[in-house]
């Protein structure tokens, strides 16, 4: 049983013992509910204590039985809250660590709450797509009042336990324990003086009211369209806790269940809910144990001081870890460091640091031009730039200098990580450790394993990368790894678009429509149309049989290589970012279609999206096949951290699991059929196919 009883003298306490957060699983929800029966029956028993063993009172929803038959078997959250509020003695809740979603509606459910200081206290079902589903709703209103609940139920966000105890008129926790470590005892204390008070009060019924009412409910709902369009949740958040308001009590909640229940079949719901379960497998490498040694990092070195290197150097200051940073000429460090500190000052400016811990950042970063001052660091990093002769002059210094153990890894967003390795006499100690630009703000990181990483190497890597808050995703060495293997595909799909009709923008606005955050064409603008010219010239003497649209090739030989050079596949004004659609491009594209003999035709929207996306899937089902990534959750992870998919959707395996593997095989069939197109490229990969024939999906 995943829920203890025992009895200390007159009260007996029920402890919720579910690692690592105390889901509330079918066990753990018959066990408070048998826990509670049996008080009831004890004359001996005055009053009962529910609480949390571990780290945690309950999380909420046990993960484990995310949409498994036992998720909403009996008695389910609701009827255990139902027996707990109508206990004949009192039941008080003792609180600690975290109280979040079914752990808080629980507690809410209790008669009385103690809690010890530090606690997060949250209702987080907004951040899967859905509402609070056992009352939170309902009686979080009645106990912070109606404005606190709203803003705490519509962010997801944790809040401190003596935070929320010392709002005015709180009715959410009726004492505050002195510490953690004295919780349970002033538990037993707090149950013993209140054994005999009558009647029970029960959060039920106490007044939801609002002193605006309407006027207050329609501008909470302004907000939430402003800040979550995409998204249905936060506005049934608004809706459920008007209906608090407004309703009587059990029909507020009766409401609160079925829009919870007709939630949880949106597709915005489910993208949520794969991506929260999709972090936590990508954490996991299938043939490295949880439980293999790491080695330890205690000091960082960092090659190259541009904004690769800046921004890399800054997660590892951020985190506490010290930093030696390497250039091969002073002005270049100088520079560096100067970027660093106007960042971090940029932060303090606005208040999201404080100037000591600046100073303390600071304070953790060396610099140097000698390699010899690299020996002690335990995790070195090289960002240098992105030629295959470069890193080996670079992995050749490393090798001669780094101690044994170092790990030594690349940033590298192409080249063969194998390759790299072998320039040195350690490959089991390199990896390719692929940050996104901006390093210090972009949340993915690609660790790339080669073929003689060693399994301690990567445990090491995917620690660290929990440590400066990045979400790591491993990848088999090909060229472009994950990512940017795939982004080609998505380009070179743009680029065909312009020469058969579309314009930059219209291609942007579309997908932009669709939820990415930016176009190809204006991403092209921002990271520097120079990078992908250099890898079509290399794809060019690697692989010949690759087809590209010539456009992006013209824009580079006139010039125009995006925001830095002020002008691109747009026009940019000087100190301005605003895209603006140029004559002169238009004219280009124009040019080049007629060389081709391509009369212009009008593309939809719908095509345009289609064929950008599909494009990822496609090519994502051969990286699966190549088993370049562990599942498809991995891509989707890397598409929604590093590539501006849009959120609600999951990702590009989940959206194609959602239209339906037979209909975009389908369609890739019909772009088969396109003469200006790659009709080689639109087969679909063999793993697609056959999910597709089986009516299966990627996830």
Known sequence: MTAEYKVHGDVAVITMNNPPVNGLGHAT??????????????????????????????????????????????????SVISTVENSAKPVVAAVHSVAMGGGLELALGCHYRIAAPGTNVALPEVKLGLIPGAGGTVRLPRALGVEVALNMIVSGEPVKSEMLAQLPGQKLFDKMASSPESLAEEALAYARSVADARPLPRV????????????????????????????????????????????????????????????????????????FMAERAASKIPDVPEDTPKRDIKKVGVIGAGTMGGGITMNF??????????????????????????????????????????????????????????????????????????????????????????????????????????FTKRPQDVVGMHFFSPANVMKLLEVVRGDKTAKDVLATVMAIAK??????????????????????????????????????????????????????????????????????????????????????????????????????????????????????????????????????RKISDEEIVQRLVFALVNEGSHILEDKIAARASDIDMVYITGYGFPFHRGGPMLYADQVGLYNVAQAMKRFQKNPNDDAKFWEPAPLLARLAAEGKTFN
């Open 29 to 78: 929800r018959l066990g408070i509910a048998e826990g509670v029966d049996k008080a009831n029956a004890d004359p001996a028993v005055k009053a009962i204590v529910i609480t949390g063993a571990g780290k945690a009172f309950s999380g909420g929803a046990d993960i484990k039985e995310f949409g498994s038959p036992k998720a909403l078997a009996e008695p389910n959250l609701l």
């Open 467 to 600: 440590a400066i808050k990045k979400t790591a995703v491993v990848s088999g060495v090909c060229d472009g790894f994950i990512g940017n293997r795939m982004i080609e595909q998505y380009s070179r799909q743009a680029g065909f678009l312009l020469d058969e009709g579309a314009t930059p923008q219209q291609v942007d606005k579309a997908i932009e429509k669709f939820g990415f955050a930016m176009g190809p064409f204006r991403m092209g603008d921002l990271a520097g149309n120079d990078i992908g010219w250099a890898i079509r010239k290399r794809r060019a003497t690697e692989r010949a049989d690759m087809k590209y649209s010539k456009t992006a090739d013209k824009l580079c030989e006139l010039g125009r290589f995006g925001q830095k050079t002020g002008a691109g596949w747009y026009d940019y004004q000087e100190g301005k970012r605003d895209a603006i659609p140029s004559k002169l491009v238009e004219e280009m594209i124009a040019a080049h279609r007629k060389e081709l003999g391509i009369t212009p």
């Open 317 to 422: 200051l951020s985190a506490g870890i010290p930093v030696t940073m390497l250039e091969t000429k002073q002005e270049a460090l100088d520079r560096g460091v100067a970027t660093i500190r106007k960042n971090y000052e940029a932060q303090v400016k606005k208040g999201k640091l404080k100037q000591d811990k600046y100073e303390q950042r600071m304070g953790l970063l060396k610099t140097t031009l000698a390699y010899d001052d690299l020996k002690d660091a335990d995790l070195i990093i090289e960002a240098v730039f992105e030629e295959m002769g470069v890193k080996q002059k670079v992995f050749e210094q490393l090798d001669a200098v780094a101690k044994p153990g170092a790990i030594l890894a690349s940033n590298t967003s192409t080249l063969d990580v194998n390759k790299i390795a072998s």
């Open 204 to 275: 039920r019924d106490l007044p939801a009211k609002h002193p605006l009412g309407d006027a207050y409910f329609q501008f909470a709902r302004n907000m939430v369209k402003g800040m979550a369009k995409n998204l249905p949740a936060p506005a049934k958040c608004v809706d459920t806790v008007e209906n608090a308001t407004k309703m009587k009590f059990d029909d507020a909640l009766a409401q609160e269940r079925v829009e919870f229940m007709a939630l949880m079949l949106t597709p915005e719901s489910r993208a949520l809910r794969h991506l």
